[in-house]
């Protein structure tokens, strides 16, 4: 059964903590994305990733980081320094295309992000 | 500004009724994209139309684009209360060098049985 699962469902944050999300596929698809999205709004890149071992910043990747070491997986983690964290994080991916995103995307279920 | 907006935010329809929702976006596009998204899950994928259609079918979906106009419309025919969720459209767009797809903010649909 391929898909993309992201975990967890919730994350509680203290301050000054960092945290990681996780997000894994087996769609054997080389593009991965970081989304976030906060309440009544779309969705924000934060950073993408085109092929292992390599990534790029999205719109708002300030205060985010990400790391590219497997084809099937693309942790999120959000540090200190993102003063505003509370919100909806989506992962997706996509087949590989050779002038970058754009393809159809395959979402997650999300992890939603709370600040204690 | 949002590259891609949806209008309306919100709609509400009656079960067997048909949703229409647009998407009007800045600039040009390589194809635009429509998602549904049910409260608190991800985005699922419906519909992809490339710059060079005009209208596009699946199911109950129909999609136009009018690329002079840069907008895209989105119909759901015979709504049932399942239709329930938000819908996205995307646009793949250039920039910087590289292509990647822009979220609107969604327009939240509600179909009442």
């Known amino acids: 059964d391929g898909g993309i699962t992201q975990s967890p469902k919730y994350l509680f944050r203290k301050e000054g903590q960092n945290v990681t999300l996780s997000c894994e596929q087996n769609l054997n698809h080389d593009a991965m994305y970081w989304y976030r999205q906060d309440p009544g709004q779309g969705l924000r890149l934060i950073y993408y990733s085109q092929i292992v071992n390599d990534f790029q910043k999205g719109d708002i990747a300030e205060g985010y980081s990400v790391s590219r070491e497997k084809k099937e997986s693309f942790p999120l983690t959000v540090t200190s320094a993102q003063k505003n964290p509370t919100a909806f994080y989506l992962c997706?991916?996509?087949?590989?295309?050779?002038?970058?995103?754009?393809?159809?995307?395959?979402f997650g279920p999300g992890t939603r992000l709370l600040v204690l | 500004s949002q590259q891609g907006e949806e209008d309306p935010q919100a709609l509400s329809i009656q079960e067997g009724e048909n949703a229409t929702m647009n998407c009007s976006y800045k600039t040009s596009i390589n194809n635009l994209q429509w998602y549904r998204q049910n409260s608190g899950r991800g985005l699922v994928h419906l519909i992809l139309?490339?710059?060079?259609?005009r209208e596009k079918h699946s199911g109950r979906l129909r999609v136009t684009l009018d690329t002079s106009k840069k907008s895209s419309s989105l119909l759901i025919t015979a709504s049932r209360a399942a239709d329930t969720a938000s819908y996205f459209c995307?646009?793949?767009?250039?920039?910087?060098?590289?292509?990647?797809?822009?979220f609107g903010k969604g327009t939240k649909l509600t179909v009442n049985p």
């Open positions: 997706a991916s996509s087949r590989f295309s050779l002038r970058g995103g754009g393809e159809t995307q395959y």
């Open positions: 995307a646009t793949r767009i250039t920039q910087g060098g590289s292509e990647k797809l822009v």
């Open positions: 139309i490339r710059s060079n259609e």
